[in-house]
């Protein structure tokens, strides 16, 4: 099966980095390659987990159309 990456946004704040972390636990039943986030600030691992896949950090806003392209290319 071919492995997939995912786009989270505002994976920076209280929801995004349950969701990143949830994304984690369960990488290998969704064959994720790759977990991308985009948010304002700079995305840090806040809660108590180890990583299982790469996190690739898009620094940028929501409403700034070639920023989500940006973020969004191969997903």
């Known amino acids: 099966m071919d492995t997939i990456s995912v786009l989270v946004t505002g994976g920076n704040g209280f929801l995004g980095q349950h969701i990143?972390?949830?994304?984690?636990l369960v990488a290998d039943d969704l064959h994720l390659a790759e977990i991308r986030v985009l948010d304002l600030v700079p995305y840090a691992n806040k809660l108590d987990y180890e990583p299982t896949r790469p996190v690739?950090?898009?620094e940028g806003?929501?409403?700034?159309e070639e920023e989500v392209r940006r973020a969004c290319r191969g997903v």
């Open 56 to 58: 690739k950090v898009y």
């Open 20 to 24: 990143v972390k949830h994304l984690h």
């Open 61 to 64: 806003n929501l409403l700034d």
